[in-house]
């Protein structure tokens, strides 16, 4: 069975970058487009941003587009997020999942493979 560990989250002050990782374990990880989600308190969660199992098709959320970067390395069976430029807003508890589709309006996960998340906070 797939599972997803996050990490790489913490405190960072406006306009500070980091940059989260998703590890997977399972020799099914590559098959899989992988998704980053974010939810805060008291918000719907969002996609943010999607990368297919070979990492040549990304896709993004318009409230992180041109500031956050997905990649994966497939032989680490890791999907990464590089996030730049972060704002006060970015701030919330960011998930990756297996499975993701990027239908137009919006990124959604595909799957119930999940991690537990990690906590990113932007904040002065």
């Known amino acids: 069975q797939l599972q997803l560990m996050e990490s790489g989250g913490g405190l960072v002050q406006p306009g500070g970058s980091l940059r989260l990782s998703c590890a997977g374990s399972g020799d099914t990880f590559d098959y899989y487009p992988v998704g980053w989600f974010r939810q805060a308190p008291g918000k719907e969660r969002e996609g943010v941003s999607c990368?297919?199992?070979?990492?040549?098709?990304?896709f993004y959320a318009t409230s992180v587009q041109g500031r956050f970067t997905i990649s994966r390395n497939n032989a680490e069976n890791t999907v990464y997020l590089q996030m730049s430029s972060l704002k006060p807003e970015d701030t919330a508890v960011y998930y990756c999942?297996?499975?993701?589709?990027?239908?137009?309006?919006?990124?959604?996960?595909?799957?119930?493979?999940w991690g537990q998340g990690t906590q990113v906070t932007v904040s002065s």
């Open positions: 999942a297996a499975g993701c589709l990027n239908t137009g309006r919006g990124i959604i996960p595909t799957t119930n493979y």
């Open positions: 990368i297919s199992s070979s990492g040549g098709s990304t």
